[in-house]
Protein backbone atom coordinates (compact mmCIF):
# COMPACT_ATOMS: atom_id res chain seq x y z
CA UNK A 1 0.00 0.00 0.00
CA UNK A 2 1.10 3.33 -0.99
CA UNK A 3 0.56 5.42 2.02
CA UNK A 4 2.49 2.89 4.52
CA UNK A 5 5.63 2.86 1.85
CA UNK A 6 5.50 6.68 2.24
CA UNK A 7 5.23 6.57 6.01
CA UNK A 8 8.16 3.99 6.44
CA UNK A 9 10.25 6.49 4.49
CA UNK A 10 9.25 9.38 6.11
CA UNK A 11 10.27 7.55 9.45
CA UNK A 12 13.47 6.56 8.13
CA UNK A 13 14.45 10.15 6.47
CA UNK A 14 13.06 11.33 10.53
CA UNK A 15 15.26 8.71 12.39
CA UNK A 16 18.10 10.58 11.00
CA UNK A 17 17.71 13.88 12.54
CA UNK A 18 16.73 12.07 15.59
CA UNK A 19 19.91 10.65 16.51
CA UNK A 20 20.32 14.15 18.34
CA UNK A 21 19.46 13.39 22.25
CA UNK A 22 16.03 14.47 23.10
CA UNK A 23 15.70 13.22 26.45
CA UNK A 24 17.47 16.00 28.52
CA UNK A 25 16.90 19.78 28.05
CA UNK A 26 14.15 21.11 24.63
CA UNK A 27 14.35 19.02 21.31
CA UNK A 28 15.70 20.89 18.72
CA UNK A 29 12.60 22.25 16.96
CA UNK A 30 12.24 21.70 12.95
CA UNK A 31 11.28 25.12 13.08
CA UNK A 32 12.57 28.14 15.26
CA UNK A 33 11.84 31.76 15.01
CA UNK A 34 14.05 33.89 17.41
CA UNK A 35 13.08 37.66 17.83
CA UNK A 36 12.30 37.54 14.05
CA UNK A 37 11.81 41.16 12.61
CA UNK A 38 11.20 41.68 8.52
CA UNK A 39 11.18 45.56 7.50
CA UNK A 40 10.62 45.17 3.65
CA UNK A 41 12.17 48.09 1.36
CA UNK A 42 10.18 50.76 1.58
CA UNK A 43 9.35 50.81 5.35
CA UNK A 44 6.15 47.85 5.28
CA UNK A 45 7.15 45.88 8.59
CA UNK A 46 6.42 41.95 7.43
CA UNK A 47 7.02 41.08 10.80
CA UNK A 48 8.20 42.15 14.55
CA UNK A 49 10.00 39.89 17.42
CA UNK A 50 8.12 37.36 16.34
CA UNK A 51 9.18 34.17 18.28
CA UNK A 52 8.32 30.72 18.13
CA UNK A 53 8.79 27.04 17.64
CA UNK A 54 7.61 24.15 16.46
CA UNK A 55 8.57 20.72 17.00
CA UNK A 56 8.77 17.77 15.10
CA UNK A 57 5.57 15.90 14.21
CA UNK A 58 3.47 19.31 14.68
CA UNK A 59 1.25 20.23 12.72
CA UNK A 60 0.47 24.21 12.86
CA UNK A 61 -1.57 26.72 11.47
CA UNK A 62 -0.53 30.35 10.73
CA UNK A 63 -3.63 32.25 10.91
CA UNK A 64 -4.35 35.94 10.55
CA UNK A 65 -5.89 38.49 8.07
CA UNK A 66 -4.16 39.65 4.65
CA UNK A 67 -0.97 41.21 5.46
CA UNK A 68 -0.23 40.04 8.98
CA UNK A 69 2.92 38.33 7.72
CA UNK A 70 2.00 34.56 6.83
CA UNK A 71 3.41 34.57 4.13
CA UNK A 72 6.83 36.54 5.02
CA UNK A 73 6.97 33.68 7.70
CA UNK A 74 6.41 30.86 4.94
CA UNK A 75 9.07 32.91 2.39
CA UNK A 76 11.67 33.19 5.25
CA UNK A 77 11.95 29.15 6.00
CA UNK A 78 12.79 28.75 2.80
CA UNK A 79 14.94 31.72 2.53
CA UNK A 80 13.25 33.68 -0.38
CA UNK A 81 13.57 36.53 2.07
CA UNK A 82 16.13 37.68 4.46
CA UNK A 83 15.44 38.33 8.39
CA UNK A 84 16.13 41.59 8.77
CA UNK A 85 17.25 40.95 12.42
CA UNK A 86 16.62 37.83 14.41
CA UNK A 87 17.49 34.12 13.92
CA UNK A 88 15.07 31.61 11.83
CA UNK A 89 16.47 28.13 11.55
CA UNK A 90 15.41 24.97 10.51
CA UNK A 91 16.12 21.50 12.25
CA UNK A 92 18.88 23.81 14.34
CA UNK A 93 20.29 25.84 11.39
CA UNK A 94 20.15 28.88 11.25
CA UNK A 95 19.29 29.90 7.62
CA UNK A 96 21.63 33.22 7.89
CA UNK A 97 24.37 30.84 7.52
CA UNK A 98 23.07 28.86 4.77
CA UNK A 99 25.50 30.15 1.62
CA UNK A 100 23.40 30.80 -1.90
CA UNK A 101 25.61 27.50 -3.17
CA UNK A 102 23.91 25.10 -0.57
CA UNK A 103 20.28 26.75 -0.40
CA UNK A 104 19.22 23.92 -3.07
CA UNK A 105 20.03 21.22 -0.74
CA UNK A 106 18.32 23.19 2.20
CA UNK A 107 15.27 23.31 -0.15
CA UNK A 108 15.30 19.74 -1.16
CA UNK A 109 14.03 18.84 2.64
CA UNK A 110 11.29 21.72 2.61
CA UNK A 111 8.30 20.74 1.08
CA UNK A 112 6.38 23.53 -0.12
CA UNK A 113 2.74 24.19 -1.19
CA UNK A 114 1.48 27.15 -2.71
CA UNK A 115 -1.65 28.94 -3.28
CA UNK A 116 -1.02 28.96 -7.10
CA UNK A 117 0.39 25.64 -7.22
CA UNK A 118 3.23 26.74 -8.90
CA UNK A 119 3.52 23.47 -11.66
CA UNK A 120 5.62 23.53 -14.47
CA UNK A 121 2.84 24.20 -17.03
CA UNK A 122 4.80 22.51 -19.94
CA UNK A 123 5.06 19.23 -18.45
CA UNK A 124 2.71 16.34 -17.69
CA UNK A 125 1.52 15.41 -14.22
CA UNK A 126 4.40 12.56 -13.78
CA UNK A 127 6.73 15.00 -15.09
CA UNK A 128 6.36 18.08 -12.78
CA UNK A 129 6.62 15.47 -9.84
CA UNK A 130 9.34 13.75 -11.23
CA UNK A 131 11.48 16.85 -11.84
CA UNK A 132 11.40 16.89 -8.05
CA UNK A 133 13.51 13.68 -7.91
CA UNK A 134 15.08 14.55 -10.73
CA UNK A 135 16.46 17.60 -8.77
CA UNK A 136 18.06 15.17 -6.44
CA UNK A 137 19.52 12.50 -8.86
CA UNK A 138 17.52 9.91 -8.22
CA UNK A 139 17.79 7.34 -10.86
CA UNK A 140 15.80 6.46 -13.03
CA UNK A 141 14.34 3.43 -12.15
CA UNK A 142 13.60 4.74 -8.67
CA UNK A 143 11.63 7.37 -10.33
CA UNK A 144 9.37 5.20 -12.25
CA UNK A 145 8.88 3.65 -8.81
CA UNK A 146 7.93 6.48 -6.83
CA UNK A 147 6.44 8.64 -8.73
CA UNK A 148 3.07 6.60 -10.06
CA UNK A 149 2.98 5.33 -6.04
CA UNK A 150 2.72 9.33 -5.09
CA UNK A 151 0.40 10.21 -7.38
CA UNK A 152 -1.61 7.53 -6.57
CA UNK A 153 -1.61 8.31 -2.79
CA UNK A 154 -2.81 11.87 -3.85
CA UNK A 155 -5.37 10.18 -6.03
CA UNK A 156 -4.50 11.14 -9.39
CA UNK A 157 -3.38 7.97 -10.89
CA UNK A 158 -5.62 7.85 -13.39
CA UNK A 159 -4.24 11.60 -14.95
CA UNK A 160 -0.08 10.73 -15.18
CA UNK A 161 -0.17 12.32 -18.45
CA UNK A 162 -2.80 15.20 -18.44
CA UNK A 163 -0.82 18.55 -18.43
CA UNK A 164 -1.64 20.93 -15.33
CA UNK A 165 -4.23 22.97 -17.38
CA UNK A 166 -5.73 20.09 -18.19
CA UNK A 167 -6.75 19.95 -14.62
CA UNK A 168 -9.28 21.42 -11.73
CA UNK A 169 -7.77 23.05 -9.61
CA UNK A 170 -8.05 20.44 -6.80
CA UNK A 171 -6.52 18.42 -8.84
CA UNK A 172 -3.46 20.64 -9.85
CA UNK A 173 -3.14 21.36 -5.85
CA UNK A 174 -2.85 17.20 -5.52
CA UNK A 175 -0.34 17.19 -7.96
CA UNK A 176 2.06 20.40 -6.32
CA UNK A 177 0.95 18.16 -2.92
CA UNK A 178 2.88 14.73 -4.38
CA UNK A 179 5.95 16.71 -6.30
CA UNK A 180 6.58 18.98 -2.38
CA UNK A 181 6.53 15.32 -0.83
CA UNK A 182 7.62 12.83 -3.28
CA UNK A 183 11.17 13.10 -1.79
CA UNK A 184 9.59 12.41 2.04
CA UNK A 185 11.01 16.14 3.31
CA UNK A 186 10.82 16.31 7.51
CA UNK A 187 9.33 19.74 6.98
CA UNK A 188 6.53 20.59 4.74
CA UNK A 189 4.97 24.21 4.37
CA UNK A 190 1.93 25.55 2.84
CA UNK A 191 1.17 28.74 1.88
CA UNK A 192 -2.45 29.36 1.51
CA UNK A 193 -2.85 26.01 -0.32
CA UNK A 194 -6.91 26.09 -0.39
CA UNK A 195 -6.83 30.10 -1.14
CA UNK A 196 -7.81 29.13 -4.67
CA UNK A 197 -10.31 26.02 -4.27
CA UNK A 198 -14.04 25.95 -2.99
CA UNK A 199 -14.59 24.51 0.30
CA UNK A 200 -15.62 21.02 -0.33
CA UNK A 201 -12.16 20.15 -2.72
CA UNK A 202 -10.33 22.03 0.23
CA UNK A 203 -11.24 19.19 2.76
CA UNK A 204 -9.87 16.96 0.76
CA UNK A 205 -6.68 18.40 0.80
CA UNK A 206 -6.27 19.50 4.15
CA UNK A 207 -7.26 15.88 4.64
CA UNK A 208 -3.98 14.86 2.31
CA UNK A 209 -1.71 17.06 4.53
CA UNK A 210 -3.40 15.69 7.54
CA UNK A 211 -1.97 12.33 6.33
CA UNK A 212 1.16 13.30 5.53
CA UNK A 213 1.58 14.85 9.15
CA UNK A 214 0.50 11.78 10.65
CA UNK A 215 3.17 9.62 9.08
CA UNK A 216 5.87 12.32 10.95
CA UNK A 217 6.78 15.27 8.83
CA UNK A 218 6.15 18.73 10.31
CA UNK A 219 3.31 20.98 8.91
CA UNK A 220 3.11 24.54 8.64
CA UNK A 221 0.22 25.73 7.06
CA UNK A 222 -0.80 29.43 6.25
CA UNK A 223 -4.52 29.88 6.22
CA UNK A 224 -7.35 32.35 6.48
CA UNK A 225 -9.84 29.82 6.21
CA UNK A 226 -11.96 29.70 8.72
CA UNK A 227 -13.64 26.67 8.76
CA UNK A 228 -10.62 24.61 7.60
CA UNK A 229 -8.89 25.67 11.05
CA UNK A 230 -11.99 25.20 12.94
CA UNK A 231 -12.47 21.23 11.91
CA UNK A 232 -8.76 20.46 12.57
CA UNK A 233 -8.25 21.88 15.94
CA UNK A 234 -4.53 21.44 16.00
CA UNK A 235 -2.00 23.70 17.18
CA UNK A 236 -2.66 27.83 15.96
CA UNK A 237 0.10 30.80 15.93
CA UNK A 238 -2.79 33.91 15.15
CA UNK A 239 -0.34 36.84 13.79
CA UNK A 240 -1.89 40.83 13.23
CA UNK A 241 0.08 43.14 11.53
CA UNK A 242 3.92 41.45 12.33
CA UNK A 243 3.46 40.17 15.38
CA UNK A 244 1.94 37.07 17.41
CA UNK A 245 -1.08 37.42 19.07
CA UNK A 246 -2.29 34.13 20.09
CA UNK A 247 -0.21 30.44 19.81
CA UNK A 248 -3.13 27.87 21.47
CA UNK A 249 -2.68 23.98 21.24
CA UNK A 250 -6.16 23.03 19.65
CA UNK A 251 -7.40 26.24 18.89
CA UNK A 252 -10.33 27.67 16.93
CA UNK A 253 -9.92 30.22 13.61
CA UNK A 254 -10.68 33.01 16.71
CA UNK A 255 -9.98 33.25 19.91
CA UNK A 256 -12.35 30.46 21.60
CA UNK A 257 -14.37 31.90 24.17
CA UNK A 258 -16.88 29.90 26.02
CA UNK A 259 -20.83 30.22 25.88
CA UNK A 260 -20.63 32.53 29.38
CA UNK A 261 -17.72 34.96 27.94
CA UNK A 262 -19.92 34.88 24.27
CA UNK A 263 -22.72 36.07 26.58
CA UNK A 264 -20.60 38.80 28.47
CA UNK A 265 -19.06 40.31 25.05
CA UNK A 266 -22.75 40.15 23.42
CA UNK A 267 -24.89 42.24 25.96
CA UNK A 268 -21.95 44.85 25.68
CA UNK A 269 -22.05 44.96 22.62
CA UNK A 270 -25.86 45.53 22.97
CA UNK A 271 -25.56 48.07 25.92
CA UNK A 272 -27.29 45.69 27.98
CA UNK A 273 -26.70 45.11 31.38
CA UNK A 274 -25.50 41.62 33.54
CA UNK A 275 -28.85 42.16 35.22
CA UNK A 276 -31.14 41.07 32.29
CA UNK A 277 -33.27 43.39 29.98
CA UNK A 278 -33.40 46.98 30.08
CA UNK A 279 -37.23 47.63 30.23
CA UNK B 1 23.06 9.71 -17.59
CA UNK B 2 22.80 13.11 -16.59
CA UNK B 3 24.27 14.45 -20.37
CA UNK B 4 21.60 12.97 -21.90
CA UNK B 5 19.13 14.18 -19.55
CA UNK B 6 20.22 17.14 -20.11
CA UNK B 7 20.40 16.87 -23.57
CA UNK B 8 16.68 15.63 -23.71
CA UNK B 9 14.79 18.44 -21.09
CA UNK B 10 17.07 20.60 -24.05
CA UNK B 11 14.98 18.96 -27.02
CA UNK B 12 11.82 19.00 -25.46
CA UNK B 13 11.95 22.85 -24.08
CA UNK B 14 12.82 23.52 -27.88
CA UNK B 15 9.81 21.51 -29.54
CA UNK B 16 7.01 22.74 -26.68
CA UNK B 17 8.48 26.24 -27.07
CA UNK B 18 8.37 26.27 -30.89
CA UNK B 19 7.62 29.98 -31.71
CA UNK B 20 9.90 31.23 -29.74
CA UNK B 21 12.61 29.36 -30.51
CA UNK B 22 11.71 29.44 -34.42
CA UNK B 23 12.22 33.38 -34.07
CA UNK B 24 15.57 32.44 -32.23
CA UNK B 25 16.97 30.59 -35.08
CA UNK B 26 15.36 32.37 -37.65
CA UNK B 27 17.04 35.58 -35.76
CA UNK B 28 20.89 33.76 -36.03
CA UNK B 29 20.11 32.80 -39.63
CA UNK B 30 19.46 36.14 -40.67
CA UNK B 31 22.56 37.87 -38.71
CA UNK B 32 24.47 35.36 -40.04
CA UNK B 33 23.75 35.87 -43.61
CA UNK B 34 24.51 39.37 -43.29
CA UNK B 35 27.24 38.94 -41.80
CA UNK B 36 28.34 36.27 -44.37
CA UNK B 37 27.20 38.49 -47.00
CA UNK B 38 29.17 41.49 -45.94
CA UNK B 39 32.57 40.33 -44.80
CA UNK B 40 33.48 39.48 -48.07
CA UNK B 41 32.22 42.71 -49.66
CA UNK B 42 33.77 44.40 -46.99
CA UNK B 43 37.24 42.85 -47.94
CA UNK B 44 36.76 43.06 -51.55
CA UNK B 45 36.83 46.55 -51.49
CA UNK B 46 39.60 46.96 -49.19
CA UNK B 47 41.45 44.72 -51.18
CA UNK B 48 40.60 46.83 -54.34
CA UNK B 49 41.52 49.94 -52.73
CA UNK B 50 44.80 48.69 -51.40
CA UNK B 51 45.56 47.38 -55.07
CA UNK B 52 44.77 51.21 -56.27
CA UNK B 53 46.96 53.00 -53.99
CA UNK B 54 49.45 50.58 -54.94
CA UNK B 55 49.24 51.99 -58.16
CA UNK B 56 50.51 55.85 -56.77
CA UNK B 57 53.79 55.59 -58.20
CA UNK B 58 56.50 58.70 -59.14
CA UNK B 59 57.86 59.40 -62.88
CA UNK B 60 61.30 60.55 -63.35
CA UNK B 61 61.67 62.03 -66.74
CA UNK B 62 65.47 62.15 -67.75
CA UNK B 63 66.72 64.57 -70.01
CA UNK B 64 67.75 63.20 -73.17
CA UNK B 65 70.92 64.69 -73.19
CA UNK B 66 72.21 62.92 -70.00
CA UNK B 67 75.21 60.82 -70.16
CA UNK B 68 75.08 57.15 -68.93
CA UNK B 69 77.16 58.23 -65.82
CA UNK B 70 74.27 60.80 -65.09
CA UNK B 71 71.75 58.09 -65.32
CA UNK B 72 74.05 56.15 -63.02
CA UNK B 73 73.84 59.29 -60.10
CA UNK B 74 70.34 59.63 -60.58
CA UNK B 75 69.62 55.80 -60.23
CA UNK B 76 72.08 55.65 -56.95
CA UNK B 77 70.35 58.74 -55.75
CA UNK B 78 67.17 57.27 -56.13
CA UNK B 79 68.15 53.84 -54.42
CA UNK B 80 69.19 56.08 -51.04
CA UNK B 81 65.85 58.12 -50.98
CA UNK B 82 63.78 56.99 -48.11
CA UNK B 83 60.07 55.74 -48.74
CA UNK B 84 61.27 54.11 -51.98
CA UNK B 85 59.69 50.73 -52.16
CA UNK B 86 60.91 50.32 -55.95
CA UNK B 87 62.72 51.06 -58.59
CA UNK B 88 61.87 50.73 -62.40
CA UNK B 89 63.98 52.12 -65.16
CA UNK B 90 61.82 52.70 -68.44
CA UNK B 91 64.16 53.12 -71.62
CA UNK B 92 62.65 55.02 -74.46
CA UNK B 93 62.65 51.94 -76.34
CA UNK B 94 60.42 50.35 -73.79
CA UNK B 95 58.07 53.61 -73.50
CA UNK B 96 57.43 53.45 -76.89
CA UNK B 97 56.77 49.68 -77.76
CA UNK B 98 54.22 49.84 -74.92
CA UNK B 99 52.29 53.39 -75.73
CA UNK B 100 52.34 51.86 -79.60
CA UNK B 101 50.78 48.53 -78.19
CA UNK B 102 47.89 50.98 -76.41
CA UNK B 103 47.77 53.44 -79.09
CA UNK B 104 48.96 51.39 -82.57
CA UNK B 105 47.95 53.87 -85.42
CA UNK B 106 48.93 57.08 -83.34
CA UNK B 107 52.64 55.69 -82.90
CA UNK B 108 52.54 54.50 -86.62
CA UNK B 109 53.29 57.64 -88.05
CA UNK B 110 56.34 58.73 -85.90
CA UNK B 111 59.70 59.08 -87.03
CA UNK B 112 61.73 59.42 -84.09
CA UNK B 113 61.05 58.73 -80.49
CA UNK B 114 59.62 61.14 -78.58
CA UNK B 115 59.33 59.19 -75.68
CA UNK B 116 62.41 59.89 -72.62
CA UNK B 117 64.00 57.47 -70.52
CA UNK B 118 61.70 57.23 -67.26
CA UNK B 119 62.69 55.95 -63.71
CA UNK B 120 59.49 54.96 -62.19
CA UNK B 121 59.72 55.11 -58.06
CA UNK B 122 56.89 52.89 -55.87
CA UNK B 123 56.75 54.58 -52.63
CA UNK B 124 56.51 52.10 -49.69
CA UNK B 125 53.75 54.99 -48.44
CA UNK B 126 51.53 56.02 -50.71
CA UNK B 127 50.40 58.77 -48.38
CA UNK B 128 54.43 60.60 -48.03
CA UNK B 129 54.50 60.78 -51.80
CA UNK B 130 55.40 64.47 -52.08
CA UNK B 131 58.32 63.93 -49.31
CA UNK B 132 59.93 62.15 -52.47
CA UNK B 133 58.75 64.41 -55.01
CA UNK B 134 60.16 67.18 -52.57
CA UNK B 135 64.00 65.63 -52.05
CA UNK B 136 64.44 65.56 -55.75
CA UNK B 137 62.78 68.68 -56.98
CA UNK B 138 62.36 71.35 -54.12
CA UNK B 139 60.14 73.98 -54.92
CA UNK B 140 62.77 77.16 -56.05
CA UNK B 141 61.29 80.23 -53.84
CA UNK B 142 62.54 82.71 -56.32
CA UNK B 143 60.49 81.11 -59.31
CA UNK B 144 57.74 79.59 -57.84
CA UNK B 145 58.31 76.09 -59.53
CA UNK B 146 60.16 72.79 -58.71
CA UNK B 147 63.81 72.84 -59.69
CA UNK B 148 64.93 69.47 -60.25
CA UNK B 149 68.50 68.72 -57.84
CA UNK B 150 70.44 66.29 -60.59
CA UNK B 151 71.58 67.73 -63.64
CA UNK B 152 70.01 64.45 -65.55
CA UNK B 153 66.55 65.07 -63.89
CA UNK B 154 64.01 66.79 -66.53
CA UNK B 155 61.19 66.76 -64.72
CA UNK B 156 59.49 64.80 -61.55
CA UNK B 157 55.75 64.07 -61.91
CA UNK B 158 54.02 62.56 -59.76
CA UNK B 159 50.27 62.84 -61.09
CA UNK B 160 48.94 65.12 -58.39
CA UNK B 161 45.60 65.15 -59.35
CA UNK B 162 45.41 61.67 -59.90
CA UNK B 163 46.81 60.56 -56.83
CA UNK B 164 45.09 63.15 -54.43
CA UNK B 165 42.03 61.56 -55.75
CA UNK B 166 42.84 58.17 -55.27
CA UNK B 167 44.14 58.27 -51.57
CA UNK B 168 41.19 60.45 -50.92
CA UNK B 169 38.77 58.14 -52.06
CA UNK B 170 40.07 54.74 -50.83
CA UNK B 171 40.43 56.35 -47.38
CA UNK B 172 36.90 56.88 -47.11
CA UNK B 173 35.94 53.68 -48.23
CA UNK B 174 37.88 51.99 -45.43
CA UNK B 175 36.33 54.19 -43.23
CA UNK B 176 33.33 53.50 -43.73
CA UNK B 177 33.39 49.89 -44.38
CA UNK B 178 35.29 49.79 -40.84
CA UNK B 179 32.86 51.70 -39.59
CA UNK B 180 29.28 49.38 -41.28
CA UNK B 181 31.17 46.24 -39.86
CA UNK B 182 31.32 47.61 -36.04
CA UNK B 183 27.76 48.81 -36.45
CA UNK B 184 26.63 45.47 -38.43
CA UNK B 185 28.20 43.10 -35.90
CA UNK B 186 27.10 45.25 -33.01
CA UNK B 187 23.87 45.01 -34.19
CA UNK B 188 24.02 40.87 -34.95
CA UNK B 189 25.02 40.76 -31.26
CA UNK B 190 22.02 42.84 -29.83
CA UNK B 191 19.86 41.21 -31.78
CA UNK B 192 20.46 37.62 -30.96
CA UNK B 193 20.85 38.51 -27.38
CA UNK B 194 17.41 40.24 -27.43
CA UNK B 195 15.72 37.31 -28.81
CA UNK B 196 17.41 34.70 -26.54
CA UNK B 197 16.45 37.21 -23.54
CA UNK B 198 12.56 36.84 -24.83
CA UNK B 199 12.22 33.53 -25.07
CA UNK B 200 13.78 32.90 -21.96
CA UNK B 201 11.73 35.45 -19.89
CA UNK B 202 8.51 34.15 -21.26
CA UNK B 203 9.98 31.10 -18.96
CA UNK B 204 11.51 32.66 -15.65
CA UNK B 205 8.30 31.73 -14.16
CA UNK B 206 9.26 27.77 -14.85
CA UNK B 207 12.98 28.43 -13.29
CA UNK B 208 11.49 30.07 -10.17
CA UNK B 209 9.77 26.85 -10.00
CA UNK B 210 13.10 24.97 -10.47
CA UNK B 211 14.70 26.91 -7.78
CA UNK B 212 11.92 26.54 -4.90
CA UNK B 213 12.10 22.67 -5.79
CA UNK B 214 15.84 22.63 -5.01
CA UNK B 215 17.68 22.59 -8.64
CA UNK B 216 21.09 23.52 -8.43
CA UNK B 217 21.84 26.78 -10.60
CA UNK B 218 23.49 24.40 -12.87
CA UNK B 219 20.73 21.86 -13.24
CA UNK B 220 19.00 24.77 -14.49
CA UNK B 221 21.01 25.88 -16.70
CA UNK B 222 22.47 23.61 -18.74
CA UNK B 223 19.42 22.59 -20.76
CA UNK B 224 18.62 26.12 -21.69
CA UNK B 225 22.76 26.49 -22.82
CA UNK B 226 22.37 23.29 -24.84
CA UNK B 227 19.15 24.70 -26.58
CA UNK B 228 21.24 27.74 -26.99
CA UNK B 229 23.98 25.82 -28.74
CA UNK B 230 21.24 24.03 -30.47
CA UNK B 231 19.29 27.10 -31.56
CA UNK B 232 23.04 28.78 -33.01
CA UNK B 233 23.67 25.52 -34.81
CA UNK B 234 20.42 25.43 -36.46
CA UNK B 235 20.70 29.31 -37.50
CA UNK B 236 24.33 28.60 -38.99
CA UNK B 237 23.86 25.58 -40.72
CA UNK B 238 21.19 26.98 -42.25
CA UNK B 239 23.23 30.22 -43.16
CA UNK B 240 25.84 27.94 -44.17
CA UNK B 241 23.75 26.32 -46.87
CA UNK B 242 22.72 29.55 -48.48
CA UNK B 243 25.56 30.76 -48.53
CA UNK B 244 27.00 27.60 -50.15
CA UNK B 245 23.80 28.01 -52.71
CA UNK B 246 24.39 31.84 -53.19
CA UNK B 247 28.53 31.39 -53.92
CA UNK B 248 27.65 28.59 -56.43
CA UNK B 249 24.76 30.22 -58.39
CA UNK B 250 25.58 33.41 -58.02
CA UNK B 251 28.92 34.62 -57.34
CA UNK B 252 31.02 31.66 -59.31
CA UNK B 253 29.61 32.54 -62.74
CA UNK B 254 30.35 36.03 -62.34
CA UNK B 255 33.78 35.77 -60.41
CA UNK B 256 35.56 35.35 -64.34
CA UNK B 257 33.84 38.66 -65.51
CA UNK B 258 34.73 40.86 -62.79
CA UNK B 259 38.23 41.57 -60.92
CA UNK B 260 36.12 42.84 -57.58
CA UNK B 261 34.79 38.93 -57.10
CA UNK B 262 37.85 37.32 -57.90
CA UNK B 263 39.90 39.85 -55.51
CA UNK B 264 42.78 37.38 -54.11
CA UNK B 265 42.97 38.77 -50.52
CA UNK B 266 39.55 37.61 -49.55
CA UNK B 267 38.53 35.00 -46.73
CA UNK B 268 38.82 31.45 -47.36
CA UNK B 269 35.02 30.39 -48.08
CA UNK B 270 35.48 27.18 -45.99
CA UNK B 271 36.67 29.03 -42.97
CA UNK B 272 34.72 31.85 -43.64
CA UNK B 273 31.37 29.53 -42.53
CA UNK B 274 33.22 27.77 -39.99
CA UNK B 275 33.88 31.18 -38.47
CA UNK B 276 30.29 31.84 -38.89
CA UNK B 277 28.98 28.93 -37.38
CA UNK B 278 31.22 29.01 -34.50
CA UNK B 279 30.62 32.70 -33.58
CA UNK B 280 26.38 31.53 -33.69
CA UNK B 281 26.33 29.43 -31.76
CA UNK B 282 28.82 30.91 -28.74
CA UNK B 283 26.97 33.42 -28.57
CA UNK B 284 23.55 32.08 -28.24
CA UNK B 285 24.74 29.72 -26.13
CA UNK B 286 26.87 32.58 -23.69
CA UNK B 287 23.66 34.68 -24.49
CA UNK B 288 21.29 31.88 -22.92
CA UNK B 289 23.72 31.28 -20.07
CA UNK B 290 24.30 34.65 -18.96
CA UNK B 291 20.48 35.92 -19.21
CA UNK B 292 19.55 33.05 -16.91
CA UNK B 293 21.62 34.35 -14.60
CA UNK B 294 18.97 37.20 -13.46
CA UNK B 295 16.36 35.05 -12.94
CA UNK B 296 18.74 32.21 -11.01
CA UNK B 297 18.66 34.69 -7.97
CA UNK B 298 15.62 33.18 -6.25
Known amino acids: MAISDAKVAAQRALTKKAARPTGTGTPVPVVGFEEVSKVYDGGHVGLERVSMRI ?71 YANVAYALEVIGESRESIRRKVPDILRLVGLSTKLHNYPDELSGGEQQRVSIARAFVNHPPLLLADEPTGNLDPETSIGIIQLIYRINRTGTTVVVATHDREMVDKMRRRVIELNEGRIIRDQVAGMYQYDESTSEFAVRLRGELGIGPEGHPN | MRVAFFLKEALRSLSRNAAPSLA ?165 IALVANTIRLSIFSRRREVEVMKLVGATNWFIRWPFVIEGVLVGLMGGVLAGLCLVIAKATLVDPLADRFALLAASKMIDFRMLIGLLMLSCVAVSAIGSGLTLRRFLRV
Request: a positive charge; aromatic letters at 4%.
Open chain 2, 24 to 188: AVLTVLMTALVLGVFIPIVQATTGTANSIRGKVVVDIYAKDTATLKQLHELRDALATTPNVKKIQFITKDQALASERKKHPDAYALLGSNPLPNLFRVTPKDPDKIDAIVDRLAPVDPAIGKRKPQLAAIDEVRNRRDETDKILSATGLVKLLTAGLTVLLVLTS
Open chain 1, 55 to 125: GRGEFVFLVGPTGCGKSTCIRLLMKELEPTSGVVSVAGRDLSKVTQKRLPYLRRNIGVIFQDFKLLPNRTV
